[in-house]
Protein backbone atom coordinates (compact mmCIF):
# COMPACT_ATOMS: atom_id res chain seq x y z
CA UNK A 1 0.00 0.00 0.00
CA UNK A 2 0.78 4.08 -0.38
CA UNK A 3 3.27 5.06 2.29
CA UNK A 4 4.00 9.03 2.82
CA UNK A 5 6.89 10.37 4.30
CA UNK A 6 6.91 13.64 5.49
CA UNK A 7 9.70 16.41 6.74
CA UNK A 8 10.29 18.04 9.04
CA UNK A 9 8.25 17.43 11.68
CA UNK A 10 8.45 21.22 12.47
CA UNK A 11 9.87 24.11 11.38
CA UNK A 12 9.92 27.48 13.03
CA UNK A 13 10.03 30.71 10.76
CA UNK A 14 9.94 34.27 11.28
CA UNK A 15 6.93 36.21 9.65
CA UNK A 16 7.30 37.47 6.39
CA UNK A 17 10.08 34.44 5.80
CA UNK A 18 8.92 31.13 3.29
CA UNK A 19 8.35 27.99 4.16
CA UNK A 20 8.70 24.17 2.33
CA UNK A 21 7.51 21.03 3.59
CA UNK A 22 8.45 17.95 1.69
CA UNK A 23 6.40 14.72 1.38
CA UNK A 24 7.63 11.62 -0.66
CA UNK A 25 5.26 9.01 -1.57
CA UNK A 26 5.56 5.23 -2.54
CA UNK A 27 2.95 4.07 -4.62
CA UNK A 28 3.69 5.07 -8.23
CA UNK A 29 -0.16 5.12 -8.93
CA UNK A 30 -1.34 7.64 -6.43
CA UNK A 31 -1.77 11.09 -8.45
CA UNK A 32 -4.07 13.15 -6.18
CA UNK A 33 -2.22 15.05 -3.62
CA UNK A 34 -4.16 17.08 -1.66
CA UNK A 35 -2.64 19.60 1.57
CA UNK A 36 -4.14 20.09 4.82
CA UNK A 37 -3.95 22.27 7.37
CA UNK A 38 -5.08 21.83 10.85
CA UNK A 39 -5.21 24.20 13.39
CA UNK A 40 -5.17 23.51 17.03
CA UNK A 41 -8.50 21.73 18.35
CA UNK A 42 -10.04 21.92 14.58
CA UNK A 43 -10.22 19.19 12.11
CA UNK A 44 -8.14 19.25 9.03
CA UNK A 45 -9.18 21.70 6.39
CA UNK A 46 -7.99 21.26 2.40
CA UNK A 47 -6.22 24.21 1.75
CA UNK A 48 -4.76 23.06 -2.06
CA UNK A 49 -4.42 19.45 -3.88
CA UNK A 50 -2.51 19.01 -7.11
CA UNK A 51 -3.00 16.19 -9.53
CA UNK A 52 -0.40 14.21 -11.45
CA UNK A 53 -0.95 16.26 -15.11
CA UNK A 54 0.35 19.51 -13.58
CA UNK A 55 3.65 19.81 -11.49
CA UNK A 56 2.77 23.56 -9.91
CA UNK A 57 -0.36 25.29 -8.57
CA UNK A 58 -0.39 28.51 -6.85
CA UNK A 59 -3.27 29.88 -4.68
CA UNK A 60 -1.99 33.46 -3.54
CA UNK A 61 0.80 32.87 -0.49
CA UNK A 62 0.73 28.99 -1.25
CA UNK A 63 1.79 26.79 -3.45
CA UNK A 64 2.56 23.55 -4.23
CA UNK A 65 4.75 21.60 -6.71
CA UNK A 66 4.99 17.79 -7.54
CA UNK A 67 7.64 15.71 -9.33
CA UNK A 68 6.73 12.73 -10.32
CA UNK A 69 9.46 11.41 -11.36
CA UNK A 70 11.06 11.66 -8.25
CA UNK A 71 7.85 10.44 -5.95
CA UNK A 72 8.19 14.04 -4.67
CA UNK A 73 5.66 16.95 -3.73
CA UNK A 74 6.01 20.03 -1.75
CA UNK A 75 4.22 23.05 -0.02
CA UNK A 76 5.72 26.55 -0.34
CA UNK A 77 4.42 29.37 1.74
CA UNK A 78 5.43 32.69 0.92
CA UNK A 79 5.33 35.80 3.34
CA UNK A 80 4.35 33.74 6.18
CA UNK A 81 2.05 35.31 9.26
CA UNK A 82 1.35 34.15 12.58
CA UNK A 83 -1.99 32.70 11.12
CA UNK A 84 -0.26 30.38 9.28
CA UNK A 85 0.60 28.70 12.58
CA UNK A 86 -0.83 25.14 12.40
CA UNK A 87 -0.17 21.51 11.67
CA UNK A 88 0.18 20.72 8.17
CA UNK A 89 -0.63 17.28 6.34
CA UNK A 90 0.06 16.45 3.14
CA UNK A 91 -1.49 13.44 1.59
CA UNK A 92 -1.93 11.11 -1.44
CA UNK A 93 -4.27 8.72 -3.32
CA UNK A 94 -4.91 7.20 -6.22
CA UNK A 95 -7.89 9.30 -8.16
CA UNK A 96 -10.29 6.73 -8.35
CA UNK A 97 -9.63 5.43 -4.72
CA UNK A 98 -9.40 9.48 -3.57
CA UNK A 99 -11.84 8.04 -0.51
CA UNK A 100 -8.37 6.10 0.52
CA UNK A 101 -6.41 8.97 1.75
CA UNK A 102 -3.11 8.32 3.03
CA UNK A 103 -1.84 11.04 5.10
CA UNK A 104 1.78 12.16 6.43
CA UNK A 105 2.41 12.29 10.12
CA UNK A 106 2.49 16.05 9.58
CA UNK A 107 4.98 19.58 10.24
CA UNK A 108 3.97 21.86 12.84
CA UNK A 109 4.64 25.05 11.12
CA UNK A 110 5.27 28.44 13.68
CA UNK A 111 5.46 31.82 12.58
CA UNK A 112 6.86 33.60 14.79
CA UNK A 113 6.05 37.63 14.84
CA UNK B 1 -24.43 24.34 6.52
CA UNK B 2 -23.11 23.63 9.77
CA UNK B 3 -20.49 21.44 8.78
CA UNK B 4 -19.68 17.95 10.04
CA UNK B 5 -21.01 17.61 13.51
CA UNK B 6 -19.12 15.74 15.99
CA UNK B 7 -20.32 14.50 19.66
CA UNK B 8 -19.05 14.16 22.33
CA UNK B 9 -16.23 16.67 22.23
CA UNK B 10 -14.21 15.63 25.47
CA UNK B 11 -14.74 11.49 26.62
CA UNK B 12 -13.16 10.52 29.63
CA UNK B 13 -13.85 7.09 30.72
CA UNK B 14 -12.73 4.06 32.48
CA UNK B 15 -10.60 0.97 30.70
CA UNK B 16 -13.59 -1.42 30.01
CA UNK B 17 -16.34 0.84 29.44
CA UNK B 18 -18.22 0.98 26.47
CA UNK B 19 -17.64 4.51 24.30
CA UNK B 20 -19.52 5.66 21.65
CA UNK B 21 -18.97 8.55 19.39
CA UNK B 22 -21.09 9.88 16.95
CA UNK B 23 -21.45 11.76 13.63
CA UNK B 24 -23.41 14.16 11.66
CA UNK B 25 -22.10 14.44 8.28
CA UNK B 26 -22.59 17.43 5.92
CA UNK B 27 -26.17 17.08 4.13
CA UNK B 28 -26.08 15.53 0.64
CA UNK B 29 -22.53 14.10 1.00
CA UNK B 30 -22.79 10.13 0.20
CA UNK B 31 -19.12 9.77 1.87
CA UNK B 32 -18.52 9.05 5.74
CA UNK B 33 -15.22 8.57 7.36
CA UNK B 34 -13.67 7.85 11.00
CA UNK B 35 -9.89 8.76 11.33
CA UNK B 36 -8.40 8.11 14.37
CA UNK B 37 -5.22 10.88 14.91
CA UNK B 38 -2.39 10.08 17.73
CA UNK B 39 0.97 11.51 17.61
CA UNK B 40 2.48 8.57 17.12
CA UNK B 41 0.62 7.00 14.36
CA UNK B 42 -0.69 10.61 12.58
CA UNK B 43 -4.27 10.18 10.81
CA UNK B 44 -5.37 6.92 10.64
CA UNK B 45 -8.66 5.83 8.21
CA UNK B 46 -10.62 3.39 9.99
CA UNK B 47 -13.86 2.70 8.30
CA UNK B 48 -15.52 4.27 5.46
CA UNK B 49 -18.95 4.56 4.28
CA UNK B 50 -20.74 5.03 0.90
CA UNK B 51 -24.40 5.68 0.72
CA UNK B 52 -24.84 4.57 3.94
CA UNK B 53 -22.98 1.03 3.36
CA UNK B 54 -19.25 0.08 4.47
CA UNK B 55 -16.92 0.17 1.99
CA UNK B 56 -13.64 -0.65 3.43
CA UNK B 57 -12.96 -1.49 7.24
CA UNK B 58 -9.43 -2.44 7.17
CA UNK B 59 -8.52 -0.06 9.26
CA UNK B 60 -10.25 -1.02 12.06
CA UNK B 61 -7.36 -2.20 14.52
CA UNK B 62 -10.28 -4.53 16.14
CA UNK B 63 -13.43 -6.51 16.89
CA UNK B 64 -13.79 -4.36 20.01
CA UNK B 65 -14.08 -1.11 17.12
CA UNK B 66 -17.54 -1.02 15.30
CA UNK B 67 -19.22 1.51 13.34
CA UNK B 68 -22.51 2.07 11.66
CA UNK B 69 -24.60 4.37 9.57
CA UNK B 70 -28.34 3.84 10.09
CA UNK B 71 -29.01 6.63 7.93
CA UNK B 72 -27.43 9.45 5.98
CA UNK B 73 -27.38 11.35 8.35
CA UNK B 74 -25.84 9.73 11.11
CA UNK B 75 -22.98 7.46 12.00
CA UNK B 76 -21.84 5.87 15.38
CA UNK B 77 -18.27 4.75 16.18
CA UNK B 78 -18.25 2.14 19.40
CA UNK B 79 -15.55 0.57 21.51
CA UNK B 80 -16.35 -1.78 23.48
CA UNK B 81 -14.58 -2.71 25.79
CA UNK B 82 -12.07 0.30 25.99
CA UNK B 83 -8.33 -0.04 26.72
CA UNK B 84 -5.79 2.74 27.36
CA UNK B 85 -4.00 2.56 24.30
CA UNK B 86 -7.58 4.02 22.42
CA UNK B 87 -7.01 7.55 23.61
CA UNK B 88 -7.06 9.39 20.84
CA UNK B 89 -8.58 11.86 18.98
CA UNK B 90 -11.26 10.67 16.59
CA UNK B 91 -12.32 12.73 13.76
CA UNK B 92 -15.46 12.23 11.54
CA UNK B 93 -15.41 13.56 7.85
CA UNK B 94 -17.46 13.49 4.69
CA UNK B 95 -17.30 13.87 1.25
CA UNK B 96 -19.36 14.26 -2.03
CA UNK B 97 -18.40 11.64 -4.60
CA UNK B 98 -19.55 13.55 -7.63
CA UNK B 99 -17.52 16.76 -6.55
CA UNK B 100 -14.00 17.19 -8.85
CA UNK B 101 -12.03 18.04 -5.24
CA UNK B 102 -12.43 15.23 -3.38
CA UNK B 103 -12.24 16.93 -0.49
CA UNK B 104 -12.74 15.53 2.85
CA UNK B 105 -14.95 18.06 5.36
CA UNK B 106 -13.84 17.10 9.31
CA UNK B 107 -15.44 17.76 12.23
CA UNK B 108 -13.40 19.15 15.28
CA UNK B 109 -13.25 16.01 16.27
CA UNK B 110 -13.77 13.58 19.76
CA UNK B 111 -11.16 13.66 22.21
CA UNK B 112 -10.95 10.87 24.07
CA UNK B 113 -9.05 9.07 27.19
CA UNK B 114 -9.51 5.41 28.73
CA UNK B 115 -7.83 5.75 31.87
Known amino acids: GENVEQHPSTLSVQEGDSAVIKCTYS??????FPWYKQELGKGPQLIID?????GEKKDQRIAVTLNKTAKHFSLHITETQPEDSAVYFC????????????FGTGTRLLVSP | DAGVIQSPRHEVTEMGQEVTLRCKPI?????LFWYRQTMMRGLELLIY????????DSGMPEDRFSAKMPNASFSTLKIQPSEPRDSAVYFC?????????????FGEGSRLTVL
Open chain 2, 93 to 105: ASSLGSSNTGELF
Open chain 1, 27 to 32: DSASNY
Open chain 1, 50 to 54: IRSNV
Open chain 1, 91 to 102: AASRDTGFQKLV
Open chain 2, 27 to 31: SGHDY
Open chain 2, 49 to 56: FNNNVPID
